[in-house]
């Protein structure tokens, strides 16, 4: 916890002392879907899911940003029974991510102030 700690804080001492990386926490709500293919005729429905994490964005050149983090992210659905899926019972699919994205952005302003 305290490694932890120390990481959290020299994240935000970058962030105050220099313009080149931020960092930042991202957290929200997911209405996740499951697609299932084959020759079933399968009604999966989405479930409710949350998502967090840590983003951090490092200024490299111009308009040109090395983006990357790492966030928890639940997805999944719901199999409900319908008139031509009868047999089996409703089923609740629900997985959980750990997702490690790295980003290569080019930002630029929309107007002049």
Known sequence: MRKLMAL???G???????????AGVQAGYVS????AGGDQYINASAISA?????????HLKDHLYLESGLRWIQKGSVKTKTIIAVNGGSTSIKINYLELPLNLDYKFKLNKM
């Open 8 to 10: 959290l804080l020299i």
């Open 12 to 22: 935000i001492s970058f962030s105050a002392f220099g313009q080149k990386f931020t």
């Open 32 to 35: 996740a879907s499951y697609l």
């Open 50 to 58: 949350y998502e967090f994490g840590a983003t951090g964005s490092f």
